[in-house]
């Protein structure tokens, strides 16, 4: 594929090798938006799903 027909993801991901290649100077090698973006709909739908179990959790059974 030529650079001007790539989709977006492709070039996210491009970008996101540059960058595991070579770190930016801020020092965050891993981000939220790296974990969703590696997700679909339904992994991120399921993560934040399991967040909020899990803060109802800790609410109600171990305060």
């Known amino acids: 594929m030529s650079r ?32 969703v973006g590696g997700l679909d709909w339904k992994g991120t739908v399921l993560l934040i799903l399991v967040l909020i179990a899990g803060f109802i959790v800790y609410a109600l059974f171990l305060r």
Do not use: C, F, Y
């Open 4 to 35: 001007d027909h790539e989709t977006p993801e492709e070039k996210r991901e491009k970008l996101r090798q540059k960058e595991l290649k070579n770190p930016s100077s801020s020092g965050h090698s891993s981000n939220l938006a790296d974990l």
